[in-house]
């Protein structure tokens, strides 16, 4: 089992990394010191897999755990849903001592988070996430939060749990397509931070690919490390954590002019990404030979990396782009490279470049 730690202060917390952590889950808890009665909180597709294992972990450390389920999917992610788990909560008289153990994807992380975060004004909150995404992004950092019809993440707050922990071997139930996404974010972590990640998944991405554990280990543990220590010099999004948005601008708009039905997040940031690296080759002089090795890597995963837009959606990707909280003085911001493993944030881009890193 590996550990890292996100530093912030009286709130700090371990984000522990290994095979069949689930089971050690009732036990970490205890040490923790955290109330008797307990919630968790997941969707049907987790708790097909994973309910019996994680009720079993803390009933054994001696926890008296309800569980509570959603449906699968962004969709669940409502203040309607967050009102129905405060009236589970409320019902099994979960107090201010109680904890909550969200166990699941980002979906599950944020609203749990979130519930956690509100009732009785904030209980602890435990982490246990199962996508890769999840792992190696959501889970780290404290945002939660749930969608509004007007828009993604609208309502939400700063919560940090008191324990992260990543079961790697609930990656292995992970479709495919949703792993080869989380992968978008774990190359994004080499490109923004750490030239030595980069390298060695362009070593080590077959063995990625095979669920090779201690590979895994390694790559999602230097994964949370760097959003640790981003998160750790800017909790509140007022500077640096800005870097982690590399990519995401245009992702974002291609994932909202399609109305997040085509793309899974991660496919939207890589093609975002590339397209990225070609603005940064030509205006913050990232080289040439970078672009190529970040294009040919997200392609090694399998993610796309190009995309065929009609004049109509372009116009419709600027206007999405334009209403995005990045947004400064109508001018869109930017987070460029200027090699792999290093970035700049608040940079202003002519709409004319950005067109032409979509095009070819
Ligand atoms: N809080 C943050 O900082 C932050 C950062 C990035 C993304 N997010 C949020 O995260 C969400 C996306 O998270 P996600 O990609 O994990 O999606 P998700 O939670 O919807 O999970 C993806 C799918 O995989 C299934 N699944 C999860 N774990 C599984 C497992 N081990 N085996 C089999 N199936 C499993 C889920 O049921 C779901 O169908 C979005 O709502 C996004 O806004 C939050
Ligand atoms: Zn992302």
């Known amino acids: 089992m590996r550990t890292v730690k996100v530093p912030l202060a009286e709130r700090s917390y371990p984000i522990r990394i290994g095979a069949e952590l689930i089971a050690e889950l009732g036990k970490q808890c205890a040490q ?11 969707d049907a597709n987790v708790s097909r897999r994973y309910r019996k294992r994680t009720l079993d972990s803390l009933k054994n450390a001696g926890f008296e755990p309800i569980f509570i389920s959603q449906n699968a999917g962004e969709k669940s992610k409502t203040l309607k849903n967050v009102q129905a788990c405060y009236e589970q909560l409320a019902k099994h008289r979960l107090e201010r001592g109680s904890f909550l ?4 994807g980002g979906v599950v992380g944020d609203l749990g988070g979130f519930v956690a975060a509100t009732y009785l004004r904030g209980i602890d909150f435990v982490q246990v996430p199962t996508t890769l995404l999840a792992q190696v992004d959501s889970s780290v950092g404290g945002k939660v939060g749930v969608n509004l019809p007007a828009g993604k993440n609208l309502v939400g707050a700063f919560y940090q749990p008191k324990l992260v922990l990543c079961d790697l071997d609930t990656l292995r139930t992970l479709p495919t397509r949703e792993f080869r996404a989380g992968l978008a974010e ?17 070593r080590e ?12 280990a390694t790559v999602i ?47 939207a940031i890589s093609i975002g990404q590339v397209a990225t690296a070609k603005i940064s080759h030509a205006v913050s002089g990232l080289p040439a030979t970078h672009v190529t090795r970040m294009k040919t890597l997200f392609s090694q995963a399998s993610l796309p990396t190009q995309v065929k837009l009609t004049a109509a959606q372009t116009r419709n990707l600027f206007a999405a782009m334009k209403l995005d909280k990045k947004v400064k003085g109508g001018k869109i911001q930017f987070v460029l490279a200027k090699e792999i493993g290093r970035v700049v944030i608040g940079q202003t881009v002519t709409d004319k470049v950005i067109r032409q890193s979509l095009l070819d």
């Open 186 to 202: 774990v190359i994004k972590y080499g490109i923004i931070y750490d030239a030595k990640l980069f390298a060695r998944l362009e």
């Open 101 to 104: 153990v969200a166990l699941g």
């Open 32 to 42: 923790l010191r955290l109330g008797k009665r307990c919630a968790v909180i997941s």
């Open 221 to 267: 543990a230097r994964c949370c490390q760097i959003k640790a220590e981003v998160v750790g010099q800017d909790e509140k999004e007022n500077g640096l954590r800005a870097i982690l948005n590399f990519g995401h601008t245009i992702g974002h708009g291609l994932e909202a002019i399609s109305r997040y039905g085509k793309y899974l997040h991660g496919e």
């Open 205 to 216: 991405l077959p063995k990625l690919l095979k669920y090779d554990t201690t590979t895994m």
